[in-house]
């Protein structure tokens, strides 16, 4: 159970946000329903993780390769549920999301989307990035995916740790105990 109520998304005063949320997400998950008690933040939010969802050039796959791999070091499950379909949908192989929590040792990966996890663990784990995982990942990718690719791994860990933090959950019933401001 979530350690705040989740907002009310039929209040009046966010229903053109919540209207863009349900069009942009198909819904209102937990996250935004709780990401609601603070209209701004949420507005801020839906605009920035679209961007990285849907306008970067960072191929699909690896987007949601890395995003699985930030759910699994921050042990976000949340994150995990939400997005294993949504990387097998974009081309994720099955046996590579099994792989994931020990990838260094699998042979389901190339030699990008290994590039891509070492630097998703150091940005992860340490923060700071060896020069060598910094190297390796020049070898696969021009300085915009490379941009592109920091801000995924770093907004998705900022996702993690909204979502822990608050203790979110696909469990949690949205309803019970809905904070009515």
Request: with cysteine.
């Amino acid at each position: 159970m979530a350690h705040l109520p989740y907002a009310d998304p039929d209040r009046p005063e966010t229903a053109e946000l919540v209207a863009r949320i349900t069009a942009q997400r198909g819904g209102v998950l937990h996250l935004y329903a709780m990401l609601l008690h603070s209209p701004p933040v949420a507005d801020g939010w839906l605009h920035f993780l679209s961007a990285i969802r849907q306008r970067c050039v960072v191929p699909g796959a690896l987007r949601e390769l890395v995003i699985l791999q930030v759910a699994h070091l921050n042990g976000a499950p949340y994150e995990a549920e939400q997005h294993i379909p949504i990387a097998l949908r974009e081309g994720v192989h099955q046996a590579q999301v099994d792989a994931l929590p020990d990838w260094r040792a699998s042979d389901v990966f190339e030699p990008a989307q290994r590039a891509a996890l070492a630097y998703c663990d150091a940005m992860t784990q340490t923060i700071h990035v060896p020069a060598d995982v910094f190297a390796d990942l020049r070898t696969h990718f021009d300085p915009r995916a490379i941009v592109e690719l920091t801000a995924t791994v770093g907004a998705y860990n900022m996702v993690s740790r909204f979502l822990e933090a608050l203790g979110i959950s696909s469990a949690d019933d949205m309803r019970a105990g809905r904070a009515d401001r």
